[in-house]
């Protein structure tokens, strides 16, 4: 496991996904913890797939860092160069909801409602 990104201390890594890495990690400057996205680039990458995935990180960076609602996850922080990118974001607590997609395992209709509606607030900013 890696023990740092930048200027964070990489504390654990929280889930993986095709391109990203996140990994949970101190920063000097928040006193709560912090998510890292990370993506490393390898040389055995195609050169179009790396050249599209860095502007994805330049550009998803740039776009989320305006966006600034109780709904979406606020961005400190992005990198990219030759060999890596990450988003440093707001680590929020909870769980996925996944959990509840069991016929066994619900929602109740009343948080679903809520949640649903939150979601909108946030596309509606956005």
Same mark, same amino acid.
């Given at each position: 496991?890696?023990?740092?990104?930048?200027?964070?201390?990489?504390? &654990?890594? /929280?889930?993986?996904?095709?391109?990203?890495?996140?990994?949970? @990690?101190?920063?000097? *400057?928040? +006193?709560?913890? $912090?998510?890292?996205?990370?993506?490393?680039?390898?040389?055995?990458?195609?050169?179009?797939?790396? &050249?599209? /995935?860095?502007?994805?990180?330049?550009?998803?960076?740039?776009? @989320?860092?305006?966006? *600034?609602? +109780?709904?979406? $996850?606020?961005?400190?922080?992005?990198?990219?160069?030759?060999?890596?990118?990450?988003?440093?974001?707001?680590?929020?607590?909870?769980?996925?909801?996944s959990v509840h997609c069991g016929f066994d395992r619900l929602l109740p209709l009343h948080r679903v409602v809520g949640i649903v509606?939150?979601?909108?607030?946030?596309?509606?900013?956005?």
């Amino acid at each position: 496991m890696i023990e740092r990104i930048g200027n964070y201390r990489v504390l &654990r890594e /929280l889930g993986r996904g095709a391109t990203a890495t996140v990994y949970l @990690a101190e920063s000097p *400057d928040f +006193p709560e913890p $912090v998510a890292i996205k990370r993506v490393q680039f390898s040389g055995n990458d195609e050169a179009q797939w790396t &050249r599209r /995935l860095r502007k994805l990180f330049a550009t998803e960076g740039v776009v @989320a860092r305006k966006l *600034d609602h +109780p709904n979406i $996850v606020r961005i400190h922080e992005t990198y990219v160069d030759d060999e890596q990118a990450y988003i440093v974001m707001e680590y929020v607590t909870g769980h996925e909801l996944s959990v509840h997609c069991g016929f066994d395992r619900l929602l109740p209709l009343h948080r679903v409602v809520g949640i649903v509606f939150k979601c909108c607030l946030a596309l509606d900013h956005a």
